[in-house]
């Protein structure tokens, strides 16, 4: 079982930065592939960007790449995302993820379904 617990959101201005953590409990985070998807009001939830085990393989969605960085720390059981030039759809309810199933092509990434544990989600608000 791995518990997930997200923290940073909060409320920016159109161009700023936002850092969002995500504390994973279990001593086996090193192992789980993460991701970061996120949930805009009526609509469904999206892939933002994963990372593999090792950190070594990265993975985003085209409306974030080049903005937004993700990254890990294993010693610390924690995955961050980096957002940078925020834009006003970037609004939504950010959610981490995690999956201890072995990912068989980039497309895999971006399917909610192959994450097994989902923490409860930070708001994240971009005003224009």
């Known amino acids: 079982q791995v518990q997930l617990v997200e923290s940073g959101g909060g409320l920016v201005q159109a161009g700023g930065s936002l850092s969002l953590s995500c504390a994973a409990s279990?001593?086996?985070?090193?192992?789980?592939?993460m991701g970061w998807f996120r949930q805009a009001p009526g609509k469904e939830r999206e892939f933002v960007a994963a990372?593999?085990?090792?950190?070594?393989?990265?993975y985003y969605a085209d409306s974030v790449k080049g903005r937004f960085t993700i990254s890990r720390d294993n010693a610390k059981n924690t995955v961050y995302l980096q957002m940078n030039s925020l834009k006003p759809e970037d609004t939504a309810v950010y959610y981490c993820?995690?999956?201890?199933?072995?990912?068989?092509?980039?497309?895999?990434?971006?399917?909610?379904?192959?994450?097994?544990?989902w923490g409860q989600g930070t708001q994240v608000t971009v005003s224009s």
């Open positions: 990372i593999s085990p090792s950190g070594i393989n990265l």
């Open positions: 279990g001593r086996t985070f090193s192992t789980y592939t």
């Open positions: 993820s995690a999956s201890g199933r072995r990912f068989d092509g980039a497309s895999s990434y971006r399917r909610n379904q192959n994450y097994g544990y």
